[in-house]
């Protein structure tokens, strides 16, 4: 890929493989059966551009997406996304005519809610499709067992609504073989079998996100929700029936300055990296700013000519810099920051462990300003340039 190519040829970019997005799709699709799938689509797609992977996802075949708030949902519709989009979460009281105008589907998950939601409806003449939320020990938002049914019989008898689904949220599933998680399910499916599939077989039930998905095949049920696992991570531990998931993000840049350093000089602010010899040291254009974490300094590597080398000094909001002792590397060259490059690969996973953090919030702290490459069985284009 030259520069040319690149938005305002900005020489550093996140690279998105949308062949293997599907795979990821297809993957999951295999994996959960019968069981439609709800793709979570928040936080920009986890930092994979909301739009273009809401339009593959499509493609793909999702039943619906999922994101957190009316305005990721108002985006999808005002980009011509069609098929059902669930906000998750509890609903905010002046949000709800704009939910009802894009025509979203969202969570209920308290009588007082319904009440509120019914008036609008009635107001502007318009039914909505909601999922009950009930908590079965997330302790976040749903209303609990205890009053779940009662909130259902309230729902079905308030004409304004059309029931589409029931769910609950897995909380210790990341862990693969969890009491807790086994009694979430175990309580959820009581309740889906007693007293929703005996009223209405046809409403959709759902607990699984990517941890159910992955490690308690008993929670998959009529709808999986996966976020992670659709692009290319394991909550936790790997699971060898998955074994075609595989990450489609990788940042990427070019070297854009090289220079000599004798030894014993500071590098960057504070100078907190001493040269111990006479080093090359180049500088590359992706900094904080950019979402790539300021924790990695003099701990995170990069990848040039298939080889790690070390980011030295802290890194800064727009660069960082590489030292490649006396080795060669010239301005212009390819330089891979997370993904791969010839035999050697950055794993979003160490980059997420070197920050004491976990890959969601690494993927989610890419904000817009690298533009986004998609890549598709050799075709390229950009976020902002296509359809
Ligand atoms: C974000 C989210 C998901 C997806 O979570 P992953 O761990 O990324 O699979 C599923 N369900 C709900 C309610 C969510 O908020």
């Known amino acids: 890929m030259t520069s040319t190519h690149l938005p305002f040829g900005h020489p550093a970019w996140i690279e998105i493989d949308l062949k293997q997005f599907k795979k990821n799709i297809k993957a999951i699709q295999n994996h959960v059966g019968h069981a439609k799938i709800c793709l979570a689509i928040k936080a920009n797609a986890y930092g994979h551009g909301l739009i273009p992977i809401a339009r593959e996802a499509v493609k793909a075949g999702v039943h619906c997406l999922a994101v957190a708030s009316l305005q990721e949902g108002a985006l999808l519709r005002e980009a011509g996304i069609k098929i059902p989009v669930l906000v998750f979460g509890a609903i905010h009281d002046e949000q709800i005519s704009g ?87 175990k309580s959820f499916q009581k309740f889906i079998r007693e007293e929703v599939k005996s009223k209405d077989k046809n409403i959709i039930c759902h607990i699984a996100n990517s941890s159910g998905i992955s490690y308690y095949p008993e929670s998959h049920m009529d709808m999986v929700r996966p976020g992670i696992l659709a692009y290319g991570y394991f909550p936790t531990q790997h699971n060898e029936k998955l074994k075609d998931i595989a990450p489609i993000f990788s ?112 993927l989610c702290g890419f904000n817009n300003r690298l533009p986004r490459m998609y890549i598709d069985d050799g075709q390229v284009f950009f976020e902002d340039k296509r359809h």
């Open 99 to 185: 939910l009802l105008n894009y025509d979203l589907e969202f969570s209920i998950s308290s009588r007082l809610k319904a009440e509120l939601v019914k008036k609008k409806c009635e107001a502007l003449q318009k039914k909505c499709r909601v999922h009950l939320e009930i908590d079965t020990g997330m302790q976040r938002t749903g209303v609990r067992l205890s009053s779940a049914l009662d909130l259902l019989n309230d729902l079905v008898q308030m004409k304004c609504f059309d029931i589409a689904g029931v769910y609950s949220h897995l909380a210790t599933a990341d862990n693969p073989d969890n009491e807790f998680a086994h009694h979430q399910i």
């Open 251 to 362: 940042v990427k840049a070019k070297i854009v300055y090289f220079k000599v350093v004798s030894k014993g000089q500071g590098i960057g602010y504070s100078h907190t990296y001493k040269t111990q010899e006479d080093s090359r040291i180049l500088t590359i254009p992706v900094g904080y700013g950019d979402g790539y974490r300021r924790g990695l300094s003099n701990k995170g590597e990069v990848l040039i000519r298939g080889k790690r080398y070390p980011i030295v000094g802290n890194i800064c909001m727009d660069q960082l810099m590489v030292n490649i002792g006396q080795d060669e590397a010239y301005v212009g060259e390819e330089v891979t920051l997370i993904g791969k490059q010839e035999h050697e690969e950055i794993k979003l996973t160490e980059v997420a462990k070197l920050c004491d953090t976990i890959t969601y919030e690494i």
